[in-house]
């Protein structure tokens, strides 16, 4: 009798490169983050509140931004780009721009960034111009040596749509306002880890897996030096969660080494793979 040829299991997903910016200042409460609420038509993450972030552009890792970066000399032309996207990312979603002027130590002022927003954000966003053009014709060091490595992770294999990921914190400028782009995300809010986690708790907001976890990690800190702090010396871990199928459902687990104080968690299921940790 013969037997049917068992079919190959499917190849992953490629993971896109991808980069998140976490705008920290002191609030009165104590440490907060800028968060906003994405579209509810954009296919990742729809009505979810996340930190700024996008994919890395192919021009984000123009060799010519190089010269645009000062202190960028210990860094991989792919590090280099994910932090190039950062500061793109955070220019378009909510108008904070990590730059200076050329041979300058201090970001630009308010009053100019109200020039460069005009002239740039949006053709950014739209790719009509890149950041290199921009350094170039505006003579502008991008301060991509203002954002310190706070995770990184990369999406399960088992996912259609897959991510690589990395996270940074950043200062954020006090002159700069930051303020959602209306387009890809619809609100925005400045917050405490501990009150963002209340309110996804309660219902109020939409807060997936991976923004969650990093939101509890980041509360850990009571001000934004004392994070900074903590970044510069943790050792970066690399997240690719394994799912697994049980007896009592589906669980997901990641290494002890990444510091989350947990290493698996049942998944409850639905669009944003809510989850309970073990």
Known sequence: MSREATPAAAKPATARPAATVMLLRDGPKGMEVFMVVRHHQIDFASGALVFPGGSVDAADRSPLLRRHCPRCETL????LGFR?????????????LLARPAESDRLVEAARLADLEAAYRQPLEK?????????????????????????????????PKRFDTHFFLVEAPGDHVALHDGRESVDSVWITPADACAEADGGRRTVIFPTRVNLEKLGR????????????????????????????????RIPAEADYGFTEVHIAGGSNESARRI
Do not use: K, Y
């Open 76 to 79: 991989s032309d792919a590090e």
């Open 84 to 96: 190039v996207a950062a500061v793109r990312e955070a220019f378009e979603e909510c108008g904070v």
């Open 127 to 159: 790719g009509e111009v890149t950041m290199v053009e921009m350094a170039e014709r505006e003579r502008l060091d991008i301060a991509t040596d203002l954002l310190v490595p706070f995770a990184h992770w990369i999406t399960p294999e088992t996912m």
């Open 221 to 252: 800190n009571t001000s934004t030096a004392a994070a900074l702090e903590a970044a510069r010396r943790a050792e970066i871990v690399t997240v690719l969660p394994q799912v697994q199928r049980t007896s009592q459902g589906r669980i997901m």
